[in-house]
């Protein structure tokens, strides 16, 4: 083909402008004639092109079995797709195919690039959030795990919020969003989510959803207006897709290392968020901190009540006084045994409830089929059963002072038997009061060398007494301008005279 393309405008101009025959154009630069032609009506080569497709006898015939294969894959999880390979095989095998892979894979190639999905630019206004969580690993007192990282980003200004909990749950998406709104200093008016069954516990259309309770509860009394995507569309929220994986890259490497549970690293990722935002975003106006600045005025303001963020259950106590929360159980006071309770878990701490009374209070675990006792909740019973003391799992391992251990030894070389007894009733002050104000009523009643249940609750009630102390003026000039006049008793002697028969 005539390539030289400085020949080519000499042609062009020689024909079409100075009047040169076609004909002589071909004699005197050795084209021929279709070429001529060619130069004529292309003001530059066009290049080779092909007028149809080049047959491919082998291939042809199958391309639909191998299209219906590719199409199919969509609906399998995409580790598990075929690649080229199993398709020529499946092919060969079960098709009779007698062509090469490489066909196959030119095939498939052209396939996914005339099926890749093509995506529309959005713009997103001032006060709308995406909401998503990642996965990280961090080593966790010399172990790795894996932790949930919550992510909300503002599209408009591109800040970003982050925090990272033991587990993706309702606690975590609850306490990640009142973290979130105080950070930013405001309440998004439309949030974006994807279909987790966090919030969603039902979807009843294309765009319908009916929402959780605790989702519900987070919606009210914050007022934002949520959005769910379609089923398997991640890139309706693709901003937050897209942070979610900026942010493991830049706060979260070099892996985290960590002795104190999640709190140093969070406090570590707020600050990286906050410096995130001294960036400028190439085509953004400004920084992403001025626009957070002009995005807060398109917020909603946070309501002045706290928000707990909490998953709330109503589970039974068992015969063991223990309640079962998030695959844990938990320990009540045994007079609590065979009834309902409310069982309240926030991320730190799993309250047990009873009406308007708080009766257990323990450290929430993250791990499964834990047992976890507060052994004051079964002194009542062991009272009843003192034989049981020695051997009763919840007090395993429940160290406390040198003098309980005295103080016992004496009850129990006093007493006998009943000494036990007597030395849980001390035991179960503890029900009313902390360890550090028995441990002094104890050591007092030694030391006064009595060793009885009734004279340790009563130093106990003594030494909590708080003596009446005198109103004091230091620091009160302007009290001391003020004068009482003094009463009259007289008056009052006149009146009672003239009241008497």
């Known amino acids: 083909m005539f390539t030289d393309m400085e020949n080519w405008a000499e042609i062009r101009r020689r024909v079409l402008v100075d009047g040169l025959g076609k004909r002589a154009a071909c004699r005197q630069y050795d084209i021929h004639w279709d070429t001529l032609q060619k130069i004529l009506r292309h003001p530059e080569p066009p290049g080779y092109r092909r007028a149809s497709p080049r047959p491919r006898p ?16 969509k609906k399998a999880p995409r580790k598990q797709r075929h690649t080229a390979k199993r398709l020529f095989e499946r092919l060969r095998d079960e098709h009779g195919y007698t062509g090469g892979l490489t066909g196959i894979k030119d095939a498939v190639r052209a396939w996914r690039r005339s099926h890749t999905e093509v995506f529309v630019p959005l713009t997103h206004p001032p006060g709308e959030a995406q909401v998503d969580f990642g996965e990280a690993e961090v080593t966790l007192d010399g172990r790795p795990t894996k932790v949930a990282v919550f ?6 200004s591109d800040a ?15 306490e990640g969003h009142v973290r979130a709104f105080s950070a ?5 008016r439309r949030i974006s989510y994807d279909n987790s069954k966090i919030a969603v516990a039902r979807i009843t259309g294309s765009r319908d959803r009916r929402v959780t309770g605790e989702f519900l509860r987070l919606k009210s009394h914050y007022l934002f207006e949520s959005h769910f995507c379609l089923v398997r569309r991640p890139n309706e929220k693709g901003h937050v897709e897209t942070l979610v994986g900026f942010a493991r890259r830049n706060f979260l490497v070099l892996i985290p290392v960590l002795h104190d549970g999640l709190e140093g690293l969070n406090a570590r990722l707020e600050a990286d968020c906050r410096s ?16 957070l600045a002009e995005e807060r005025a398109a917020m909603l303001p946070q309501p002045a009540e706290a928000f707990v963020a909490a998953r709330v259950e109503q589970p039974f106590a068992d015969s063991l006084s223990l309640v079962r929360f998030d695959a844990n159980d938990y320990s009540v006071p045994t007079q609590l045994a065979y009834r309902q309770v409310t069982a309240i878990g926030t991320v730190d701490l799993v309250r047990i409830v009873v009406g308007d009374r708080v009766v257990a209070t323990h450290r929430r675990s993250w791990g499964r089929e834990g047992v976890f006792y507060e052994p004051v909740h079964y002194l009542a019973l062991l009272e009843r059963k003192p034989g049981a003391f020695d051997f009763a799992a919840p007090l395993a391992g429940w160290e406390l002072p040198v003098c309980f251990g005295v103080l016992r030894r004496r009850l129990e070389a006093e007493f006998g038997g009943p000494g036990t007894r007597q030395f849980i009733k001390v035991l179960r002050l503890l029900e009313h009061a902390s360890l550090r104000e028995l441990t002094r009523a104890v050591e007092a009643a030694l030391e006064l060398g009595t060793a009885d249940a009734d004279a340790v609750r009563l130093i106990l009630e003594h030494r909590r007494e708080r003596p009446v102390g005198l109103f004091c003026l230091d620091g009160r000039p302007h009290l001391k301008l003020v004068s009482v006049p003094v009463p009259d008793l007289d008056a009052y002697r006149r009146l009672t005279a003239e009241v008497r028969p």
């Open 160 to 174: 970003i919020y982050c925090r990272a909990f033991p587990r993706e749950c309702t606690e975590a998406f609850l």
């Open 184 to 188: 930013l200093g405001g309440v998004p």
């Open 151 to 156: 992510v909300l980003t503002l599209p408009y």
């Open 276 to 291: 995130d935002l001294t960036r400028r975003l190439r085509g953004k106006p400004a920084s992403k901190a001025e626009l």
């Open 58 to 73: 082998k291939l042809d015939p199958f391309l639909g079995v191998l299209h219906q294969i590719l199409q199919d894959d």
